[in-house]
């Protein structure tokens, strides 16, 4: 079946340092793949998406570019906040129909 | 526009008890879905609902009951409560197959 495998944390890191933290995916046909962060105390929020291979997902900074050829998803951004502190999931949804399968999240802390 | 709520946001159970956790949504999105997150282990699947009276099984669904009457509510039963149940529990939603799922703040539910 559909799996997500996410790199382990906890990511800790000093304000303005650059953030990756690695996705790959098994999965059949062509998934949509997304990054969703929770904060603490909250749900999960949709960070941004890619829909097909080679779409670059971007949002507050964020980015991330489906690449099929390595079934990779990775998350980046050039300069942490510590506001940026949260859970990382990434996700996969299968070509048809409705689910989601996450990985395990990953937590970063950023420190001023 | 209130997106997802799930009531309560905090629950302590007696083993053997039953509940239901509640979830409502204002977006007229078809697709609902319950998730449990644990920790080291993401969010895993329970129940989904592709459309009122329209329920199926995810990944982790014993213990759980679904009903979906009408397309803003979505109902999670338990129906004897079980340590194993611990767990914070999220509800989801999306409009259409491409789009982001929307999720709810989540109910931490304890089962002593």
């Known amino acids: 079946g559909d799996s997500v495998t996410q790199m382990e944390g906890p990511v800790t890191l000093s304000e303005e340092a650059c953030l990756t933290i690695n996705c790959t995916y098994t999965a059949t046909g062509y998934p949509s793949l997304f990054w969703y962060v929770q904060y603490p105390g909250e749900g999960l929020q949709l960070l941004l998406k890619?829909?097909?291979?080679?779409d670059k997902g971007s949002n507050k900074g964020f980015e991330a570019t489906y690449r099929k050829e390595t079934t990779s998803f990775h998350l980046e951004k050039g300069s942490v906040q510590v506001s940026d502190s949260a859970v990382y999931f990434c996700?996969?949804?299968?070509?048809?129909?409705?689910?989601?399968?996450f990985g395990e999240g990953t937590q970063l802390t950023v420190n001023p | 526009n209130a997106g997802v709520t799930q009531t309560p946001k905090f629950q302590v159970l007696k083993t053997g008890q039953s509940m239901t956790l509640q979830c409502a949504q204002d977006?007229?999105?078809?697709?609902m879905s319950w998730y449990r997150q644990d920790p080291g282990m993401g969010l895993r699947l329970i129940h989904y609902s592709v459309g009122a009276g329209i329920t199926d099984q995810g990944e982790v669904p014993n213990g759980y009951n679904v009903s979906r009457s009408t397309t803003e509510d979505f109902p999670l039963r338990l129906l004897s409560a079980a340590p194993s149940q611990t767990s914070v529990y999220f509800c989801?939603?999306?409009?259409?197959?491409?789009?982001?799922?929307?999720f709810g703040s989540g109910t931490r539910l304890t089962v002593v």
């Open positions: 890619a829909t097909k291979a080679d």
């Open positions: 989801a939603s999306r409009i259409d197959t491409v789009g982001g799922y929307t």
């Open positions: 977006m007229n999105h078809e697709y």
């Open positions: 996700a996969l949804k299968e070509t048809s129909g409705s689910r989601l399968t």
